[in-house]
């Protein structure tokens, strides 16, 4: 009986083809979408590249000039500098082709046009500057020319006081994480097929369910199988989902692809049960449940970053618990910590027990809430 | 007004699913622009200091780093540690390491510090050149004959003197609109465009049903005069939407809009219009609420990534923003960037900006003019019957 029911399941699944090519089509054209927006957004917002700056340089100070070439040199050099008069200076930086302009007498001072990290470097710089000529003028006026030497001598050395502790092997491109919500939103959006389950087997909500109330099947096989069939489906388009970020996107998901594909598979689970469960409870309309199902799956996705990707660490810090039981939330983080922490699996493993419990409790409830609705009480 | 009454009540009967989305997604507006400070774009180091050595030096130089950093308290374990970094709610964590002291009085600097490193960020560079600095000034002093008490507290005076920096100004876009309120409309179109289409879509399509679209046509009432009535229907839905989120954006504002504010007002009212447009073309070409969901969450999502509103423009890429400017949400943040002073404002460029969203408006109009007289006359129909 499970078996026949869960064969027409399956056609009756696949036969509802908006549903099925909506849960294709949406990873694939968000993920494009994705793809080109963040080309190259890493290496420009997160990692550091030269500083663009004019120098007015009035007071014709060689030794500026020296510091200044020995700073624009290297492969990657800390600043890029233009010399330029007062007007042209202003003017470069009114359009935004350099990030500060600054200026040479006593002290360098610098005018920026606001207060981001590369207007920061340049002031760290003038202040690295101004700095060394203060410390040799104290010194000197503490222990005379000889310390004033002493000094400016020990200031030449290269300071390397900071060992780096790498933290992971993994890829820590930041921008990943809105694939791996993605990837949650594609799972949570598995609720949709969770709740075609309700729609198919509840009087009040569609001819089939006022059918299969009647029938002699025992609602409980009738359900299973349906259950059974949308994890199918929805395990199916996960593997679509993943292969196409994974291999037509190109996208480095930081880990062993297969056990990506375990994860997504758990996750489609846990977004069906979602929806079965979400539309097991009352007797609203198809639509009402239908928005509220969207809405609902939308809410997590938002609180684990899927829009804004810090997010999850304003929840981290403010309701660190919520982000423990956010399905969303537990999804996006199985492939951070399968990224990150590939040495150590506890926090994946954790994730992974936290799907499952959510998938069984989930189901359970959705169980629980269905077998009560006789065709008599709708 | 038989056709607008109608519409109305459709909406009624369906009041659960509009009250629903709208309801969420004010939740979502309101909680974008509550973490602007947490999300935005960062305009200082933010570090954590883990003090291993704990003498009078250590404590000392935490205390510069804390005057000149935004120092975070956090937990020191890795995992904490790499989460904070991965998510850029730090950008540096510093160790001081055993022995510190000693090594500093001894004139060294090799070895004083340890880094948690996951990415040569912005933040990293500009803290390791502080402390660099700092170490190198101890140093410096203690090699002139300076006692390292004396030495670490002109060290620290230094690295705190302020350096003259002046903020230039070549606008006065911001006064009245302030960047953190202005976040708020930044965030709108998206919140738009999801709210409106997913409420007010599901009522247009049932009244373009079949069934209601075969007595219609067999009436006296002529399409353009139904359409035009759907479109009245839709407006009045869409302006109470807005008033509702021009109210709540008012109690973030903390009272009645002031000067650039209005304009953020009028460039809102008229993404709202193109929303609303866009929502009858969207109802007049689909039929299936699946379909629905996939086009708001994609047309939503994906035109908010690449037209600036989740992620400034200054920071795409001239490629992506090359496509974005097809989208009506690039203009509306393009002027939105110009009122509160994050890019220059110039009078002519916010005039052009709010023409080409109207422009949007009245194109979107036309095609879904064309496509309902195609769709809906009685011919048509019949033959797909």
């Given at each position: 009986?499970?078996?026949?029911?869960?064969?027409?399941?399956?056609?009756?699944?696949?036969?509802?083809?908006?549903?099925?090519?909506?849960?294709?089509?949406?990873?694939?054209?968000?993920?494009?979408?994705?793809?080109?927006?963040?080309?190259?957004?890493?290496?420009?917002?997160?990692?550091?590249?030269?500083?663009?700056?004019?120098?007015?340089?009035?007071?014709?100070?060689?030794?500026?000039?020296?510091?200044?070439?020995?700073?624009?040199?290297?492969?990657?050099?800390?600043?890029?500098?233009?010399?330029?008069?007062?007007?042209?200076?202003?003017?470069?930086?009114?359009?935004?082709?350099?990030?500060?302009?600054?200026?040479?007498?006593?002290?360098?001072?610098?005018?920026?046009?606001?207060?981001?990290?590369?207007?920061?470097?340049?002031?760290?710089?003038?202040?690295?500057?101004?700095?060394?000529?203060?410390?040799?003028?104290?010194?000197?006026?503490?222990?005379?020319?000889?310390?004033?030497?002493?000094?400016?001598?020990?200031?030449?050395?290269?300071?390397?006081?900071?060992?780096?502790?790498?933290?992971?092997?993994?890829?820590?491109?930041?921008?990943?994480?809105?694939?791996?919500?993605?990837?949650?939103?594609?799972?949570?959006?598995?609720?949709?097929?969770?709740?075609?389950?309700?729609?198919?087997?509840?009087?009040?909500?569609?001819?089939?369910?006022?059918?299969?109330?009647?029938?002699?099947?025992?609602?409980?096989?009738?359900?299973?199988?349906?259950?059974?069939?949308?994890?199918?489906?929805?395990?199916?388009?996960?593997?679509?989902?993943?292969?196409?970020?994974?291999?037509?996107?190109?996208?480095?998901?930081?880990?062993?692809?297969?056990?990506?594909?375990?994860?997504?598979?758990?996750?489609?689970?846990?977004?069906?049960?979602?929806?079965?469960?979400?539309?097991?409870?009352?007797?609203?309309?198809?639509?009402?449940?239908?928005?509220?199902?969207?809405?609902?799956?939308?809410?997590?996705?938002?609180?684990?970053?899927?829009?804004?990707?810090?997010?999850?660490?304003?929840?981290?810090?403010?309701?660190?618990?919520?982000?423990?039981?956010?399905?969303?939330?537990?999804?996006?983080?199985?492939?951070?910590?399968?990224?990150?922490?590939?040495?150590?699996?506890?926090?994946?493993?954790?994730?992974?027990?936290?799907?499952?419990?959510?998938?069984?409790?989930?189901?359970?409830l959705g169980f629980a809430l269905t077998r009560r609705k006789k065709y008599a009480s709708l | 007004m038989q056709v607008f009454k109608a519409f109305l009540k459709v909406l009624k009967k369906n009041s659960i699913t509009a009250i629903v989305f709208i309801g969420v997604f004010l939740l979502v507006a309101v909680m974008m622009s509550a973490n602007k400070a947490d999300v935005g774009v960062t305009v200082e180091v933010r570090m954590s200091v883990f003090d291993e050595d704990g003498t009078p030096e250590s404590e000392k130089l935490t205390e510069v780093l804390g005057k000149k950093f935004d120092i975070k308290d956090i937990r020191n374990d890795r995992e904490t540690i790499t989460d904070m970094l991965y998510y850029e709610s730090i950008g540096y964590a510093l160790v001081i390491n055993k022995g510190y002291s000693e090594k500093l009085a001894a004139g060294e600097t090799d070895g004083l510090f340890s880094a948690y490193h996951l990415h040569s960020s912005y933040e990293e560079v500009i803290a390791e050149q502080v402390v660099n600095d700092y170490a190198a000034a101890v140093s410096a002093y203690v090699s002139a004959g300076i006692p390292l008490s004396e030495a670490i507290d002109y060290a620290g005076n230094d690295l705190l003197t302020e350096t003259d920096v002046t903020i230039e100004r070549f606008d006065e876009g911001s006064k009245d609109y302030p960047s953190d309120f202005a976040a708020y409309f930044r965030y709108l179109p998206y919140i738009l465009i999801s709210a409106i289409l997913s409420a007010l879509c599901p009522v247009l399509m049932i009244m373009d049903r079949k069934d209601l679209r075969y007595r219609t046509n067999c009436s006296s009432i002529r399409q353009n005069s139904y359409t035009l009535q759907i479109f009245a229907g839709g407006a009045v839905f869409v302006l109470a939407v807005w008033l509702i989120f021009m109210g709540v954006g008012m109690y973030l504002y903390g009272g009645m809009f002031r000067g650039n504010a209005w304009t953020a007002v009028l460039n809102s009212a008229l993404f709202a219009l193109i929303t609303a447009v866009t929502a009858v073309l969207v109802a007049s070409s689909i039929s299936t609420q699946n379909i629905l969901t996939l086009i708001v969450q994609v047309l939503g999502l994906g035109s908010s990534f690449i037209c600036g509103i989740f992620v400034p423009q200054y920071a795409l890429s001239s490629g992506v923003l090359a496509v974005g400017r097809f989208f009506p949400a690039y203009w509306y943040v393009k002027l939105n960037d110009m009122l509160c002073g994050d890019t220059l404002y110039k009078s002519d460029e916010a005039a052009v900006c709010l023409l080409i969203e109207l422009g949007y408006a009245a194109a979107l109009l036309m095609i879904t003019l064309l496509i309902r007289k195609l769709r809906y006359s009685g011919a048509y129909m019949m033959s797909k019957a």
């Amino acid at each position: 009986m499970f078996l026949h029911n869960f064969i027409y399941e399956l056609k009756t699944a696949i036969r509802t083809k908006d549903l099925v090519i909506w849960l294709i089509v949406f990873p694939i054209a968000l993920g494009a979408f994705f793809k080109v927006a963040f080309h190259g957004l890493y290496e420009k917002e997160t990692l550091f590249s030269t500083v663009d700056v004019a120098v007015v340089d009035e007071a014709d100070d060689s030794s500026f000039r020296a510091v200044a070439d020995n700073i624009t040199s290297g492969d990657e050099p800390l600043l890029n500098v233009s010399y330029a008069d007062r007007e042209k200076a202003m003017e470069l930086l009114k359009n935004g082709d350099v990030s500060g302009v600054i200026f040479t007498g006593n002290e360098l001072s610098l005018s920026v046009t606001g207060n981001g990290l590369d207007e920061e470097i340049l002031k760290t710089f003038v202040e690295q500057y101004n700095f060394r000529s203060r410390i040799i003028g104290k010194s000197a006026e503490c222990g005379g020319a000889e310390a004033a030497q002493k000094a400016a001598e020990a200031l030449t050395r290269e300071v390397t006081s900071v060992e780096r502790i790498p933290l992971t092997d993994g890829n820590t491109n930041n921008l990943i994480q809105y694939f791996y919500n993605l990837l949650g939103m594609v799972a949570m959006f598995g609720s949709t097929t969770g709740l075609h389950i309700t729609k198919v087997n509840q009087a009040n909500i569609s001819a089939l369910g006022a059918r299969k109330c009647c029938s002699p099947t025992p609602k409980s096989v009738s359900l299973a199988a349906s259950l059974t069939a949308s994890y199918l489906i929805q395990t199916v388009c996960m593997l679509l989902s993943v292969s196409f970020i994974a291999f037509i996107l190109r996208v480095d998901l930081g880990s062993s692809l297969s056990v990506v594909y375990f994860t997504s598979v758990l996750a489609g689970t846990v977004g069906v049960s979602l929806g079965f469960f979400l539309g097991s409870i009352g007797a609203l309309s198809e639509k009402a449940k239908e928005s509220i199902s969207v809405s609902v799956s939308l809410l997590l996705c938002f609180c684990s970053g899927l829009m804004i990707a810090n997010m999850r660490t304003v929840f981290d810090r403010k309701l660190p618990w919520f982000n423990r039981i956010n399905p969303a939330a537990v999804i996006s983080d199985s492939y951070y910590a399968l990224n990150i922490y590939s040495g150590d699996n506890s926090r994946y493993f954790r994730n992974i027990i936290t799907m499952a419990v959510i998938t069984v409790a989930f189901a359970l409830l959705g169980f629980a809430l269905t077998r009560r609705k006789k065709y008599a009480s709708l | 007004m038989q056709v607008f009454k109608a519409f109305l009540k459709v909406l009624k009967k369906n009041s659960i699913t509009a009250i629903v989305f709208i309801g969420v997604f004010l939740l979502v507006a309101v909680m974008m622009s509550a973490n602007k400070a947490d999300v935005g774009v960062t305009v200082e180091v933010r570090m954590s200091v883990f003090d291993e050595d704990g003498t009078p030096e250590s404590e000392k130089l935490t205390e510069v780093l804390g005057k000149k950093f935004d120092i975070k308290d956090i937990r020191n374990d890795r995992e904490t540690i790499t989460d904070m970094l991965y998510y850029e709610s730090i950008g540096y964590a510093l160790v001081i390491n055993k022995g510190y002291s000693e090594k500093l009085a001894a004139g060294e600097t090799d070895g004083l510090f340890s880094a948690y490193h996951l990415h040569s960020s912005y933040e990293e560079v500009i803290a390791e050149q502080v402390v660099n600095d700092y170490a190198a000034a101890v140093s410096a002093y203690v090699s002139a004959g300076i006692p390292l008490s004396e030495a670490i507290d002109y060290a620290g005076n230094d690295l705190l003197t302020e350096t003259d920096v002046t903020i230039e100004r070549f606008d006065e876009g911001s006064k009245d609109y302030p960047s953190d309120f202005a976040a708020y409309f930044r965030y709108l179109p998206y919140i738009l465009i999801s709210a409106i289409l997913s409420a007010l879509c599901p009522v247009l399509m049932i009244m373009d049903r079949k069934d209601l679209r075969y007595r219609t046509n067999c009436s006296s009432i002529r399409q353009n005069s139904y359409t035009l009535q759907i479109f009245a229907g839709g407006a009045v839905f869409v302006l109470a939407v807005w008033l509702i989120f021009m109210g709540v954006g008012m109690y973030l504002y903390g009272g009645m809009f002031r000067g650039n504010a209005w304009t953020a007002v009028l460039n809102s009212a008229l993404f709202a219009l193109i929303t609303a447009v866009t929502a009858v073309l969207v109802a007049s070409s689909i039929s299936t609420q699946n379909i629905l969901t996939l086009i708001v969450q994609v047309l939503g999502l994906g035109s908010s990534f690449i037209c600036g509103i989740f992620v400034p423009q200054y920071a795409l890429s001239s490629g992506v923003l090359a496509v974005g400017r097809f989208f009506p949400a690039y203009w509306y943040v393009k002027l939105n960037d110009m009122l509160c002073g994050d890019t220059l404002y110039k009078s002519d460029e916010a005039a052009v900006c709010l023409l080409i969203e109207l422009g949007y408006a009245a194109a979107l109009l036309m095609i879904t003019l064309l496509i309902r007289k195609l769709r809906y006359s009685g011919a048509y129909m019949m033959s797909k019957a």
